[in-house]
C-alpha cells in the first residue's frame, strides 16, 4: 500500500487539482458536478484567493452554498489534499468552537474524496485517520460522518476508523431529502 500525505493546499500544487476537476472529479459528494465547475471557475477568477479559502480555521470566508442553490454560514473549517507525489483527493474537516454538535445544515465532520483513478489503494482511510488527528487538536470527542446507503466504499472505510452507526435518516430539504447513514467516531479511545 503506498502512503499518502495531507497538505495544506498551495498555488504550486494547483495544477494537479485543476487537472482532477477536469478529468470529471469532484471534492464534494453532493454538490458533485456543479461544485467541481464553480471551483474551475473561481481558480480561474483568483487562484490565490480560492488556495486561501480552502483553509478558514477562524470561518472567516463568505457563505456556503447548499444544493438547493441557499447559502449558509461557513463553519470553521480546513482541506487537506490528499498527496500520493500527485493530487489523490480531498479530505475537509469543519466543526464549531466549544461543541461537538454541528448546525442542521452541516451533514457531518468530515468529508473525504478519493480521485476515481486512485481507488481502492487505501487512501481514504489513511487520509481519514490523519484527520481524526485535527479533530483531536479541536478538542471534540467524537466526530460524525455521513454517507449515502450505497456508498459502501466508503461505509467500509469509516467503520475501518471505529465508526459506529448510529442512524438512518433523511437529509434536509436543501440536500434532497435522501436517505442517508450517520456514522460516530470516538475520539477518546
Excluded at 468552537?97 to 473525504?112: D, K, M, N, R, S
Aim: charged residues 20%; contains cysteine.
Amino acid at each position: 500500500m503506498s502512503t499518502i500525505k495531507l497538505l495544506r493546499p498551495t498555488t504550486a500544487l494547483l495544477p494537479s487539482y485543476v487537472s482532477a476537476l477536469e478529468a470529471g472529479w469532484s471534492p464534494d459528494n453532493v454538490r458533485k458536478e456543479i461544485a467541481a465547475r464553480e471551483q474551475l471557475r473561481a481558480i480561474e477568477v483568483d487562484a490565490e484567493r480560492f488556495v486561501g479559502e480552502l483553509d478558514d480555521p477562524t470561518a472567516s470566508g463568505g457563505p456556503i452554498p447548499l444544493p438547493d442553490g441557499s447559502t449558509v454560514a461557513r463553519l470553521p473549517s480546513v482541506v487537506r489534499w490528499i498527496w500520493d507525489g500527485a493530487l489523490s483527493g480531498a479530505i475537509g474537516f469543519r466543526w464549531q468552537a466549544g461543541t461537538a454538535e454541528l448546525p442542521p445544515y452541516v451533514l457531518g465532520h468530515i468529508g473525504f474524496s478519493v480521485v476515481p483513478w486512485k481507488r481502492g489503494n487505501g487512501y481514504a482511510k489513511q487520509a481519514l485517520k490523519l484527520m481524526l488527528g485535527e479533530a483531536r487538536l479541536q478538542g471534540l470527542p467524537y466526530v460524525e460522518l455521513t454517507v449515502d446507503p450505497e456508498n459502501v466504499a466508503s461505509q467500509r472505510v469509516i467503520v475501518a476508523c471505529n465508526g459506529v452507526l448510529i442512524e438512518r435518516f433523511r437529509k434536509a430539504a436543501a440536500y434532497g431529502l435522501a436517505e442517508t447513514l450517520r456514522y460516530r467516531i470516538d475520539l477518546n479511545g
